[in-house]
């Protein structure tokens, strides 16, 4: 894994532009909601060393049938890699998803009462969802 690798970028994340949005500091619990997406109450601004750790596992794991054809252990079949890689998209979003919900699960209750009930108005409601629209003009969708 290489999540070292990122720490400089989340710390300028964290104590940089974040700040610098808000125009004060935040707390390490406000880092975490707004590394989660908007449907979660977060601003989708996720933790660049989670994401490289988490990338890294689904490389591995969507290439192992294109090793096993380098190593000579197996046969290619452009089939069974490409079902692979589906197959691992798929488990990596629904783990990404049952991470996210734990988190805020987990820092919810670390929040005062006014914004424990704006983030579970935006969780449990979908308001956020024109957050993360596209502007495309031929959907009528820009402003």
Known sequence: ?????FQEIENAI???????????????NERKLFSL??????????????MSSSAYRN?????????????????FVKEDHMELIDKTRKESR????ERM??????ILPLFDQEHQRA???TRS?????WLTVLPVARYNFDL
């Not at 964290?14 to 390490?28: C, H, R, Y």
């Open 1 to 5: 894994d290489c999540e070292e690798e």
């Open 14 to 28: 964290a104590f940089k532009v974040l700040p610098a949005i808000f125009g004060n500091e935040i707390s390490g």
């Open 37 to 50: 997406p908007a449907r979660m109450g977060g601003l989708g601004v996720e933790d660049p060393r989670e």
């Open 59 to 75: 490389s591995k794991k969507s290439c192992e049938k294109l090793i096993e054809a380098i190593r000579g252990t197996d046969e």
């Open 94 to 97: 629904k783990a990404k998803e």
């Open 101 to 106: 919900n734990n988190e805020l699960d987990e």
């Open 119 to 121: 983030i579970n108005r």
């Open 125 to 129: 409601n979908k308001i956020s969802t």
